[in-house]
């Protein structure tokens, strides 16, 4: 697949990204990466062909198959189904049983290992333990992962596109995904957040406002790169202002030589030494000269201007949230959280079964296990979003919960939710931290849902940490989810200088990493 100067229009005519050129030969393996909103999945339709671009030309040659990001599992379809092999396979066990019509026998022909063939498919993606005639429906988000890439290993693509495969995924499902693509047979595109998948192409797409940037290697070689063109741009920007200093320096010479000839002239004017119209022609010149000498420093100057805001222009990055750290901080062995025979179940399926945990003083928690084990109704139950069925749990400090999808309302702004997040917090002080976390004047009032996902991020850390009375224990459930890779190094920034207690769900072994993790706690279903 190519791409020659492509550009796609949204739906009031501005670009959402234009001047697109590349290719992807065979066996290819390519990572999109690019802020969230910057146009990756739309891309990843183009190349699809399930969209046409505004401008330029796609050129395809072979089958493309897309897995797009959170691609709801169709309703009452079981994994035969799904397949295209429904039809034929209920002929089998029709055959099987004795059963059988004329048309069942027709329509199977030859194919009387389909059933094995299927087992052995699905034993290929890690479902071997599951019917082929289970239901889409009751599959995990993991589960339904692995049914598409089966799908897609019979459909046999030249290029496989895969829009955040790895959003809900536990860790056994990323570690499959990673030795799966490692092991892919065609050319791969990947679009994802992902840090650990992101070491396995041989190709960094950036996707900017102005283009397409290219980057040889995987996401380390991409990042030591960007780093080398982020100091150059920031070394750009101090020479440009040196420069603009130096303009205003030369301007303000020159406007004073102007001012003291012009002082001179008024004083032998004054005197009458010389006759007035040798006074006037001189007079004449001199105003010339210093408008044309005006015109010549204000020139450099706004050169010299224009420079800056071209360099600034090419350094990159977003400003740390920033909070009173002291203000969060709770001291070594301080009561935190104490749990004590926690019960919770939904109908006969149990959860947590008298569950313990004591948190003392600044301790960072890593709830592990994997998906449907408990981990988000656990921090649910702490935060008092739900209640228990039985048992004790007693929080001695202020919570603030960080959510995997929050609903903010439609129309709720951040200065909003901060008004209302804590009684006294004054406008001007609200203003002012969303400012400093990069959510200056329009921004502060803009609803949630026009903003990115980092910019919510940064407005949910601001409610949480710069509110008085900030959180000393706080919980994030998969907070890698959904947001794109400037914003979750922003928020792993943060956390570094937070101080209070921290419990937390993550998937994302990089993320974990970083935490600096005090214990693990690992839930397990019964």
């Avoid at 019917?131 to 290993?153: A, F």
């Avoid at 749990?339 to 592990?368: D, K, S």
């Avoid at 400093?436 to 990115?452: H, I, Q, Y």
């Amino acid at each position: 697949v190519a791409g020659d100067t492509l550009a796609y229009l949204l739906p009031d005519g501005t670009d959402l990204f234009s001047n697109i050129t590349f290719s992807i030969g065979p066996r290819q393996r390519v990572a999109l990466v690019g802020h969230n909103g910057s146009g990756k999945s739309s891309l990843a339709r183009l190349l699809a062909e399930k969209s046409v671009p505004s401008r330029g030309q796609l050129t395809v040659h072979g089958q493309i198959s897309l897995l797009a990001q959170d691609a709801a599992p169709p309703r009452d379809l079981r994994i035969v189904d799904y397949l295209q092999v429904g039809t034929k396979f209920d002929a089998l066990t029709r055959s099987n049983a004795g059963t059988a019509t004329a048309d069942d026998l027709s329509l199977i022909a030859d194919d009387w290992v389909l059933e094995d063939a299927l087992h052995r498919g699905l034993q290929k993606v890690g479902l071997g333990h599951m019917s082929p005639t289970h239901l889409i429906t009751n599959l995990s988000g993991g589960e339904w992962l692995r049914v598409q890439i089966l799908g897609v290993q019979q459909s046999n693509p030249d290029l496989l596109i895969l829009d955040e495969p790895s959003n809900h995924l536990d860790q056994d499902g990323r570690a499959w995904l990673e030795s799966w693509l490692r092991d892919a047979p065609f050319a791969w595109l990947l679009i994802s957040h992902d840090r650990h998948l992101l070491a396995l192409p041989d190709q960094i797409w950036e996707l900017t406002p102005t283009g397409l940037d290219v980057y040889g290697g995987n996401y380390a070689h991409y990042l030591a790169e960007k780093t080398t063109h982020q100091q150059a741009a920031i070394t750009r920007v101090a020479h440009a202002k040196q420069a603009e200093r130096q303009a205003q320096r030369d301007q303000q010479v020159a406007r004073e030589r102007l001012e003291h000839r012009a002082a001179k002239g008024r004083r032998e004017r004054s005197k009458g030494s010389q006759p007035k119209i040798v006074l006037d022609g001189r007079m004449a010149r001199s105003q010339h000269t210093a408008s044309r000498l005006t015109q010549i420093k204000h020139a450099r100057l706004s050169a010299a201007q224009d420079r800056v805001v071209t360099a600034q222009s090419q350094v990159k990055g977003t400003p740390p949230v920033q909070f009173d750290a002291g203000a969060s901080e709770v001291h070594s062995h301080q009561p935190v959280l104490d749990i004590e025979g926690l019960c919770f179940g939904y109908g006969a399926r149990t959860l947590l079964n008298q569950f313990n945990l004591a948190v003392r003083g600044p301790q960072r928690l890593h709830l592990a296990g994997e998906n449907g084990s408990g981990k988000s109704t656990l921090l649910d139950l702490i935060a008092g979003r739900k209640m228990p069925n039985k048992g004790t749990m007693t929080c001695t400090v202020p919570i603030g919960y960080l959510l995997q999808r929050e609903d903010h309302g439609p129309e709720a702004t951040p200065l909003d939710r901060c008004l209302a997040y804590r009684p006294g917090w004054q406008e001007t002080d609200i203003r002012t931290s969303l400012a400093r976390a990069g959510l200056r004047r329009e921004k502060a009032v803009t609803a949630f849902d026009l903003l990115s996902a980092g910019e919510r991020l940064r407005a949910d850390l601001v409610r949480l940490l710069n509110c008085p009375e900030p959180a000393q224990l706080l919980l994030l459930d998969e907070p890698s989810n959904h947001l794109d890779i400037d914003a979750l190094e922003a928020l792993e920034a943060a956390l570094r200088t937070y101080r209070g207690a921290l419990i937390f769900t993550s998937h994302d072994p990089v993320f974990v990493e970083t935490m600096n993790v005090s214990e693990i706690v690992r839930l397990t279903q019964d």
